[in-house]
Nanobody, 120 residues
């Protein structure tokens, strides 16, 4: 119904930067929220950042001040700019988009996951 494609991951040194992208396509009438999650080795998936249709922003305490979430409504794309990266940021990052495919049908779509590794 609605597909998400993630890009921009990879290997960086501590203190470096990466920019993740997540593009949504398919039957999209309205997007209500866009989120980034991550799952490190031996950990459960946790919320990293989110933005709502009302442009309300939330960040996990561990990334606040270093990460920035943003959206491009014309492209149905959400970004995660990651600066001052630390080894503990190493994880698989997933994007999640919530919205409506038409007037009554809600969707909850997930990206495929992309690896971010912070190491010297």
């Amino acid at each position: 119904q609605v597909q998400l494609v993630e890009s921009g991951g990879g290997l960086v040194q501590p203190g470096g930067s990466l920019r993740l992208s997540c593009a949504a396509s398919g039957s999209i009438f309205r997007i209500n929220g866009m989120r980034w999650f991550r799952q490190g080795p031996g950990e459960q998936r946790t919320l990293v950042a989110q933005v709502t249709s009302g442009h309300s922003y939330d960040y996990a305490d561990s990334v606040r001040g270093r990460f920035t979430i943003s959206r491009d409504n014309a492209k149905n794309t959400v970004y995660l700019q990651m600066n001052s990266l630390k080894p503990e940021d190493t994880a698989v990052y997933y994007c999640n988009v919530l919205g409506y495919s038409d007037y009554t049908r809600v969707f909850d779509s997930w990206g495929q996951g992309i690896q971010v590794t912070v190491s010297s």
